[in-house]
């Protein structure tokens, strides 16, 4: 999964079809990036936020045809959280921007 950034559109899900991924990438500025409740700006200027919740429903709208998703996508949560990456709130996963 790759959170499209830029500072013309708000931040995007591509690349829905890999779950065993999460990063963001950034076109333009990256000073001047737009942000909303999907994704908003991180703890430092390597990484971003992403709402749980709306990912999760962003992938599955686009793939919940195809059996397992969603214990995919809980499974990439899990390993998030064992790594240290949500928020302390655990709604927010921690994703690195990638040049």
């Not at 991180?42 to 059996?67: C, F, K, M, Q, S």
Request: aromatic residues 6%; charged residues 30%; negative net charge.
């Amino acid at each position: 999964m790759i959170i499209e950034l830029s500072e013309s559109a708000p931040p995007q899900l591509s690349d829905e079809d890999r779950l065993d991924r999460l990063h963001a990438t950034v076109s333009g500025d990256p000073s001047r990036t737009l942000f909303n409740d999907f994704c908003e700006r991180g703890p430092d200027a390597d990484h971003v936020w992403v709402d749980i919740a709306n990912l999760r429903a962003a992938v599955l709208a686009r793939r919940d045809h195809e059996p397992g998703v969603a214990e995919q996508f809980d499974g990439v949560i899990a390993y998030a959280t064992s790594k240290g990456w949500l928020d302390e709130s655990g709604t927010l996963v921690r994703a690195h921007i990638e040049p």
